[in-house]
């Protein structure tokens, strides 16, 4: 058991995890710009890729900025900066892994942030889905590496689906469900189309694999729409 713990232990990079804590306790307990100073250091010290995953960090940014500041969100900073140092500094064997991880969390973010209920709801869900569509774009394109040498066909692709993203997730706004269930809604359709585009980069796209995505995206939707109150 002792030496099953500390396998376990060596696992752990805890330089890493020590950076991670630090940058999410400075986004919890710190004003907003010495936290961005604080995240900005951990990441640009020492100066190596910073280039190649500074899209991914300002995403991290952008979504934490957008969404209530709280020990939840302290805590998302806190992974999301694990998995970027830890792939920026080659620490981690599984890169794309890691990198689709962190593609899932911006992608729930962004999926929560468009039905916060702002005041200017129709202006601002709009600026949220759009937020939500470009988001998706750049997780497919830059996070889970993808993009080699079939950069040229699989971008429009990618495309395609974000403005279908944008469409939904602006549509959503205007059925009178809870926001939980929109972004749900929005978030399932993001993984579905992330399935197809990996069938369509592989230049398989089996039917009976369409189907069955179709049918449990239908039969889930049905099931949230029949078991929740409706209300304004």
Not at 121 to 149: P, R
Not at 179 to 196: G, P, R, T
Request: charged share 10%.
């Amino acid at each position: 058991m002792a030496e099953k713990l500390k396998s376990a232990l060596k696992i752990i990079h805890w330089s890493l995890a020590f950076k991670a804590i630090v940058a999410g306790l400075s986004w919890i307990y710190f004003p907003w710009w010495l936290s961005l100073f604080v995240l900005m250091g951990l990441y640009f010290i020492p100066l190596f890729q910073t280039r190649h995953l500074f899209l991914p960090f300002l995403m991290a940014l952008v979504l934490g900025w957008v969404l209530p500041s709280n020990v939840f969100m302290g805590a998302i900073i806190a992974i999301q900066m694990y998995i970027i140092l830890g792939v920026k500094d080659f620490i981690f064997i599984n890169r794309k892994g890691a990198l689709q991880v962190l593609s899932a969390l911006f992608l729930a973010e962004a999926g929560v942030a468009v039905y916060l209920s702002p005041d200017n709801w129709l202006l601002s869900s709009l600026i949220y889905a759009f937020l939500f569509g470009v988001v998706y774009y750049f997780s497919s394109i830059k996070l889970v590496d993808m993009v080699d040498e079939e950069e040229s066909a699989f971008k429009p692709v990618v495309a395609v689906f974000s403005f279908l993203l944008i469409q939904m997730a602006f549509v959503l706004n205007f059925l009178p469900i809870y926001s939980l269930y929109k972004s749900l809604l929005l978030i399932l359709s993001a993984v579905i189309f992330v399935e197809w585009q990996n069938f369509i980069l592989e230049k398989k796209l089996p039917k009976n694999k369409i189907i069955s995505y179709s049918m449990f995206f239908v039969g889930l939707t049905i099931l949230i729409f029949a078991g929740v109150s409706w209300g304004l």
